[in-house]
């Protein structure tokens, strides 16, 4: 039941969610590692390549960041465990706006992401599917049904996404893994040189690849999203972030040194499938074949996990009045239902104009908006723990202060020298992309004061 609470211009939405089964330990951990690693990584040793060596200087310090912001959000999920994630924090530390604006450019983010990963998971079935290369609207029809399936899944429950998240999870890293162990036994030190291929300055070099490799750590927020889906989240929220986030590290930089040491560089720039390319160099043909399934797997975990994302910030969000009340209803499962299926038309509308030839060029450059989008809120993040450390004395005390304060300064500051790296063009459509939804904002802040008014009145004639 919608319980609709008005007073002094804010609506709140009142709505407990029903008890069911929810996320443990493992599914929470596997959330965030299946969720980090989706289809990118398969792909960005070729990307790699052309700054040599120095890319692995990149991976260290994108990981480094990543495992900054993966404390904080460790810190924040333990001291206020409630859905919503990013939202949430930004809305607890500077009210409904930021609030609004974090909810909006993080659900933007996550249904664009989920066409690019659908896009993806078609791609490496058609290794094995040809005719998915040849036939747009065959590939589309592939795609749309694992997206709608996986949708079904979890509307249906979030536990059940949760399992399918953890086999997934485990049937994607094993390729990863095996590669791994395997690279000592490959490595020459000829494979890692000339270390700056690039032509530019080692900064620079560094600095750009560490761009690419960023869009692979977008998901470390994952298990804060479903807060109140998780067991014990004081507890699981914490564990499942920060050591799913050192997993994804390892395996990104392991990963790729095995590919360095198995592939030469300059067959390397020019893989669609650099791992599964390392694999056969490594052990043959059925290894090749092999990881192209872990990459299959990967992508269509990523798809699951970040659908079961998409209908959580919008249903925090209109629990708190900052976005359409209908995306606080839930099914009889106790699920965000309508913010699911919301989100998932949107997905398939991207998906059809993806498979227009004309605008595939477009398509990308969203995904990369998409990466932005979800920077901000990693921001407001670092920067609301930073706020509620110096004004929250029940959750941020004594030497904890210091230390939460010093790790949020860092994760804002990295956050921010991430988004000045995405690109003046970048930056500037996407900042337009966040502005475009201040109409939705001001809509709504004009319907609770209509609300407010109604409520007045009839408290008057009572």
Known sequence: MLVVIAGKGITMFATPLPRRRKL?????????????????????????????????????????????????????????????GPYAYARRAFGDFIGFQTAWGYWIAVWVGNAAIAVAFVSYLGYFWPALADTALLAAGVALAAIWL?????????????????????AKLLPLIGLAVAAPFFIDAADFTPFNPSGQGTFGAVTA?????????????SATVPAEDVDDPERTIPRATVIGTAVTAAVYILGTVAVFAAVPRTLLIESTAPFADAAEAMFGGWAGT????????????????????????????????LFPRVFAKTSRWGTPAVGLVVSSVLVTGLMLLNYNAGLVEQFNFVILLAT??????????????????????EHFSGRRLTVDGTIAVMAFAYAL????????????????????????YVWLKYHDRDSDETVHIGRKAA
């Open 24 to 84: 443990g330990p493992w599914m929470a951990t596997a959330l965030v590692v299946g969720n980090m690693i989706g289809s990118g990584v398969f792909l960005l040793p070729a990307s790699l390549a052309a700054f040599g060596s120095a890319s692995l200087l990149a991976w260290a310090l994108t990981a480094t960041g990543a495992l900054l912001l993966a404390l904080v959000f460790a810190r924040l999920g333990r001291a206020y465990p409630k859905t919503g």
């Open 150 to 170: 996986l949708t079904v899944v979890n509307v249906r429950g979030v536990r059940l996404g949760g399992w399918i998240q953890a086999v997934t999870t485990v």
């Open 209 to 221: 690849a560490a761009a690419l490799t960023l869009w692979a750590f977008i998901g470390i927020e």
């Open 290 to 321: 092999a990881v192209a399934l872990g990459a299959i797997v990967s992508a269509f975990g990523a798809l699951n996990g970040w659908i079961l994302l998409q209908g959580q910030v919008p249903l925090a969000a209109a629990r708190d009045g």
């Open 372 to 393: 932005l989008t979800t920077l901000i809120p990693y921001a407001y993040a670092a920067a609301a723990q930073f706020l509620l450390a110096l004004t929250d004395r």
């Open 417 to 440: 020298w991430t988004i000045a790296g995405s690109g003046y063009e970048v930056v500037y459509k996407g900042t337009l992309l966040m502005l475009a939804g201040i109409p939705v």
